[in-house]
T-cell receptor, first 117, second 120 residues
């Protein structure tokens, strides 16, 4: 039933602090994606999980960013030593099990708006 | 690297008028192509997609898009805009089956978006 959910919806933090953003995918979806949307821009890919493992983390901007999905369902995006430039909306999406030759639609959550003061 | 360009940052139309939002992509092969809509406080919603076949695709909410290989374009159209269509629209690409076995599976590259304002 429910769609992709993300918590919190808004997060305000101070420069240098650590934050965690949570994503709850649609039940049964094995693929999970994180995107970052800066003001006035389209979403930018960060990382893609297939099950518990990160299949593609080429979009993570630096080693301050890290994401986990330990049980293949909920995922957490972690940002260390936050900077003002990290302020953005962080979007999560999920899709069904990857099938050879089939592209599965990504369903997006409402996002978490992160503000770093 | 693939890229997506939406030349129009902001478009204003009157209710009932026709609409065309432009999208150009840069990619070696024909990628999978998508249009998404984002309303304030809402997640991205898929309007339509093109994988192969008929170059004119129909989507939800009365939208359609035409793939033109020669122009590397995938423009979104609607014959008569409603006030509820006011939102931000994003064009996106995916490498498609040419990379279905690769790590880019599912990865979407988005344009910067076009904000649509509808006047009554």
């Amino acid at each position: 039933g429910a769609g992709v959910s993300q918590t919190p919806s808004n997060k305000v933090t101070e420069k240098g602090k650590y934050v965690e953003l949570r994503c709850d995918p649609i039940s049964g979806h094995t693929a999970l994606y994180w995107y970052r949307q800066s003001l006035g821009q389209g979403p930018e890919f960060l990382i893609y999980f297939q099950g518990t493992g990160a299949a593609d983390d080429s979009g993570l901007p630096n080693d301050r960013f890290f994401a986990v999905r330990p049980e293949g369902s909920v995922s957490t995006l972690k940002i260390q030593r936050t900077e003002r430039g990290d302020s953005a909306v962080y979007l999560c999406a999920s899709s069904q099990t990857r099938t050879s030759g089939i592209y599965n639609e990504q369903f997006f959550g409402p996002g978490t708006r992160l503000t770093v003061l | 690297a693939q890229s997506v360009t939406q030349p129009d940052i902001h478009i204003t139309v009157s209710e009932g008028a026709s609409l065309e939002l432009r999208c150009n992509y840069s990619y070696g092969a024909t990628p999978y192509l998508f249009w998404y809509v984002q309303s304030p406080g809402q997640g991205l919603q898929l309007l339509l997609k093109y994988f192969s076949g008929d170059t004119l695709v129909q989507g939800i909410k009365g939208f359609e898009a035409e793939f033109k290989r020669s122009q590397s374009s995938f423009n979104l159209r609607k014959p008569s805009v409603h006030w509820s269509d006011a939102a931000e629209y994003f064009c996106a690409v995916n490498p498609g089956l040419s990379n279905a076995g690769g790590t880019s599976y599912g990865k979407l590259t988005f344009g910067q978006g076009t904000i649509l304002t509808v006047h009554p």
